[in-house]
């Protein structure tokens, strides 16, 4: 049985993985971390990771990038592996992520979706036919409108694994509006929709003469990514420092 500390366990997503861990063999929350600590949880919550006091094997992440610090101190200081899955993080907060892991394993994903990471894997093998033959890329991504971030995470993975694909020679493009010129042909258009509740929705758009590409995953329900962060947990209690994501865990 795996141990399991949820950050952020009073989130929408963090309640979503606490029913999904009462229902797995294999995985239990044993705490919680939340600044709200009154909640009625099934287990003990705590005001940060440092005050935490109940012994675990991994910390699943579902908070904000305003937590991160603290936590990731935290995480160095416990030697305690974590599932990060908090987008929005500053540069500064990836270049730390790294140092940490270096320490202990952390597994980072913008996207905790077996999907979109199989979605990853075919831009892999797409991109450098494509962008070879001159085909221009551009990223649509939905969310909800109490989404703080945008682009999204995920819009920014599939960015960054596009470019990675051809070599790097692309550069990204987020607002046209002062812009009266033609598109250069080395940008990746990344553009955000807020609305309603939709859960998250990424079109990849490739754009060529006489015929257009485009790759799209949908979520319907936050439980995908739920699904993903427990399979991750599960895959990475007792893993050696270093730096994993969900790739690795799908194989």
Same mark, same amino acid.
Not at 60 to 65: Q, R
């Given at each position: 049985?795996?141990?399991?500390?949820?950050?952020?366990?009073? !989130?929408?997503?963090?309640?979503?993985?606490?029913?999904?861990?009462?229902?797995?063999?294999?995985?239990?929350?044993?705490?919680?971390?939340?600044?709200?600590?009154?909640?009625?949880?099934?287990?003990?919550?705590?005001?940060?990771?440092?005050?935490?006091?109940?012994?675990?094997?991994?910390?699943?992440?579902?908070? /904000?990038?305003?937590?991160?610090?603290?936590?990731?101190?935290?995480?160095?200081?416990?030697?305690?592996?974590?599932?990060?899955?908090?987008?929005?993080? /500053?540069?500064?907060?990836?270049?730390?992520?790294?140092?940490?892991?270096?320490?202990?394993?952390?597994?980072?994903?913008?996207?905790?979706?077996?999907?979109?990471?199989?979605?990853?894997?075919?831009?892999?093998?797409?991109?450098?036919?494509?962008?070879?033959?001159?085909?221009?890329?551009?990223?649509?991504?939905?969310?909800?409108?109490?989404?703080?971030?945008?682009?999204?995470?995920?819009?920014?993975?599939?960015?960054?694994?596009?470019?990675?694909?051809?070599?790097?020679?692309?550069?990204?493009?987020?607002?046209? /509006?002062?812009?009266?010129?033609?598109?250069?042909?080395?940008?990746?258009?990344?553009?955000?929709?807020? !609305?309603?509740?939709?859960? !998250?929705?990424?079109?990849?758009?490739?754009?060529?003469?006489?015929?257009?590409? /485009?790759?799209?995953?949908?979520?319907?329900?936050?439980?995908?990514?739920?699904?993903?962060?427990?399979?991750?947990?599960?895959?990475?209690? !007792?893993?050696?420092?270093?730096?994993?994501?969900?790739?690795?865990?799908?194989?």
């Amino acid at each position: 049985m795996v141990r399991a500390i949820l950050h952020g366990c009073n !989130g929408a997503m963090g309640q979503v993985i606490s029913q999904l861990a009462a229902e797995d063999p294999e995985l239990e929350i044993v705490a919680g971390v939340d600044l709200n600590t009154d909640a009625k949880n099934g287990y003990p919550v705590f005001a940060s990771l440092e005050a935490c006091s109940v012994e675990a094997d991994v910390v699943i992440d579902f908070s /904000t990038a305003k937590a991160m610090d603290s936590l990731l101190e935290a995480l160095a200081a416990k030697k305690l592996p974590a599932v990060i899955c908090t987008t929005g993080l /500053t540069p500064e907060q990836l270049q730390k992520v790294e140092e940490v892991s270096g320490q202990v394993a952390l597994l980072r994903s913008a996207n905790m979706s077996v999907g979109i990471n199989l979605v990853f894997k075919v831009l892999e093998m797409m991109t450098p036919i494509l962008a070879k033959e001159g085909f221009d890329i551009e990223i649509v991504e939905k969310h909800h409108h109490r989404k703080l971030d945008a682009p999204s995470g995920t819009a920014l993975a599939l960015a960054d694994v596009i470019n990675e694909a051809a070599g790097g020679v692309y550069h990204y493009k987020y607002d046209r /509006t002062q812009d009266h010129q033609k598109r250069d042909p080395l940008e990746i258009g990344i553009q955000s929709v807020r !609305g309603g509740t939709i859960v !998250g929705d990424h079109d990849v758009i490739f754009a060529g003469t006489d015929e257009v590409i /485009t790759l799209s995953h949908t979520a319907y329900s936050r439980a995908i990514f739920g699904k993903g962060a427990i399979v991750a947990a599960k895959y990475l209690a !007792g893993k050696p420092a270093g730096l994993y994501n969900m790739r690795d865990v799908i194989g």
